[in-house]
């Protein structure tokens, strides 16, 4: 398909409620508004900027971000990766490396706080005339036909939309209220997240596969934002007990480097504790409602790329919207055909490495950091590229000229 240009405000008139004010919904809100769409906001939390740890942005997902103008508060805060690499716990290489050039400077990943990127968008949405944003507002119900309830601050509350959009993550509410024929799968693994005072030497982010599980780190601002699965038998009991210093130990036995930066944790509850739930659906339209982010297909964090994929979300629904402005189920069908594919293959590329991290027994997994090793030696620097060019899902310089509107980028 070619190149067509669009108008300045093509979506002017559309009322858009969305449900759910974090990176989704906050980017959403800020590229749809941006084509003209008068949108309300409806976030439960009444301050959502206080949320913990750190996140991989990466260049799909940045490459939104910097297209809606927030390049420069990212860059104060972010700390720019250009590699991304799986070791083992004798810190060998054993799959990854550079961050492709994608162009248009999208040359790398980037580390950062979640509060400073939430902070930067939620900014963004304030000085937005088009968002009404209303916090403290829960939603509680929806309808295919745009009626959307919610209570805020004891009242209830109705409101019609043109199009209802579901960014209310994986206990998505919008998601239960429609038919998407949708599945959230409790997988049992528990993923543990924080941020270490302790600043690791290296710029770069890397995952170590150990007999553990995974334990991942990324430099950002003065500390280390640390990830670790827990799956093992013996960490799942120490984060059963709260017992901190089971924790540490356990995972200073399996990897060392593990040990100045679970130093400087002070206390159990600086630790984010997550299970990881799948969410796989049939469709992520139904009706006047679409589903963004976790609430359509909520992923294992392997690859780094469940907020990322919430970006290329909004951006791919606010182009489709805009190219056929007058035709909401024309454009929804071409949201879900051009999304569920790109976002799926991650789904299962993400459940493939874990189930590679946690294979059974260890004694295993030297033959099967060997085995990847070798694999990516065959497959060399251009078929890693092609593969990571996959998991971004668009082009990125496409999501970044289309985030910022510039004239002729509707391609698909
Ligand atoms: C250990 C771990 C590491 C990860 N690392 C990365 C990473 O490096 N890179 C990456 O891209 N992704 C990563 N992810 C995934 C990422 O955190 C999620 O995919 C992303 O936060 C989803 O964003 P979202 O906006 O779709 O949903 P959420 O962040 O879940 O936001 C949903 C919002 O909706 C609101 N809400 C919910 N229900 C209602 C309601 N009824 N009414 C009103 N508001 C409501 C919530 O309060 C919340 O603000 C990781 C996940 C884990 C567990």
Redesign the pocket.
Known sequence: MGAREEPARPLEGLRVAI???????AAAALLLAARGAQVTL????EQ?RAVGAG????PN?LAVLYGLGLESALRRYGTCVNQIAVIDAARRPVLGGAVPDYGAGLDHAMGIHRSRLLAALLDAVAAEPGINARFG????GATAAGEVT?SQHGATHHLLADLVVG???????IRDAGAFGAEARHTGVT?V?GMSGYRVETSDCYEAWTRLGLFGVCPVEDQTYF?TSAQAPTLAAALAARDLEAFRRLWADAFPPSRPILREIESFDQLLL?E?VQVHCRSYVDGRSAL????AH??Y?NL???????LVDGAVLAAELAATPGDLSAALARYDARRRPGARAVQDGAARLASLVHLHPPVLHPVRNATVRGLSRVIGRAGTERQLRKYQQEDPTWLLSSARRAPATITA
């Open positions: 449900t759910g004010g974090a990176i989704g919904g409806l976030e439960r939390v959502p996140i991989l942005l990466q997902g507002a829960s939603v509680t919610y960014a209310d993550g994986v206990h998505s509410r993923y997240r990830f997550n990881v963004l982010g976790d609430a909520a992923m964090p780094g790329q469940g907020a990322n994929s919430a």
